[in-house]
């Protein structure tokens, strides 16, 4: 069984720009979650997805914003890029909502 | 909102010790997760508690469900190399779209 796939591995931009970072779950889990690693900082939950609908979302500006789609992939976007924004971004799914998540391997973002 | 309190930052131990890591929440949870990463990769589950009191185990791994379910524990005996990596604790509260939060992780070095 595949698991949470994401991509790019690596993604290098420059501040302002637009950044936009995929997920593909695991084969039959409807829920996606997205979370910030930055140095230091742990794992800072970002947005939340089930069946389309985002269902919670962190404390994080309006600029970071996604979507799910019917296949139940997601993508993660980050609008006006700024410096503080570089970290490794972690998509995770689940099966149910209530259900242990499942982790990606990251895709590792640099705002020059 | 909810944060969880993971300390020491780092722990050094020597191969073959056993080694005991905690984590603290200022809110009720009724799920608590332990995740290990390992450099480059994302998080992967370790072991998933769901009831006060619970000790489940997972080879040297245990851990345990805290009786105030404000509060978990996680055991590795018999430490070998391969245990280096940082350990996260996750919290789920009660209610449908509440979301899992993380410790900053502890890092462990084990000394051959």
């Known amino acids: 069984e595949a698991g949470v796939t994401q991509s790019p591995t690596h993604l290098i931009k420059t501040r302002g720009q637009q950044a936009t970072l995929r997920c593909s779950p695991i084969?039959?889990?409807?829920?996606v979650y997205w979370y910030q690693q930055a140095l230091g900082l742990g794992l800072q939950f970002l947005l939340w997805?089930?069946?389309?609908?985002?269902?919670n979302r962190g404390n994080f500006p309006p600029r970071f914003s996604g979507r799910q789609f019917p296949n139940y992939s997601s993508e993660l976007n980050v609008n006006a890029l700024e410096l503080e924004d570089s970290a490794l971004y972690l998509c995770?799914?689940?099966?149910?909502?209530?259900?242990?998540?499942?982790f990606g391997n990251g895709t590792r973002l640099t705002v020059t | 909102g909810q944060q969880l309190n993971q300390s020491p930052q780092s722990m050094f131990i020597q191969e073959g010790e056993d080694v005991s890591m905690n984590c603290t929440s200022s809110?009720?949870?009724?799920?608590w997760l332990w995740y290990k990463q390992d450099p480059g990769e994302g998080p992967v589950l370790l072991i998933a508690?769901?009831?006060?009191?619970e000790l489940t185990p997972n080879g040297r791994l245990t851990a345990q469900f805290g009786i105030t379910r404000k509060d978990s524990f996680l055991n590795i005996s018999a430490s070998i190399p391969s245990d280096v990596g940082i350990y996260f604790c996750?919290?789920?509260?009660?209610?449908?779209?509440?979301?899992?939060?993380f410790g900053k992780g502890i890092t462990l070095s084990v000394r051959p």
């Open positions: 809110s009720i949870f009724n799920t």
């Open positions: 084969s039959g889990h409807t829920s």
């Open positions: 995770a799914s689940s099966p149910l909502m209530a259900s242990p998540l499942h």
């Open positions: 508690l769901y009831k006060a009191g």
């Open positions: 997805y089930d069946e389309g609908e985002e269902r």
């Open positions: 996750a919290g789920r509260p009660t209610g449908a779209n509440s979301k899992l939060t």
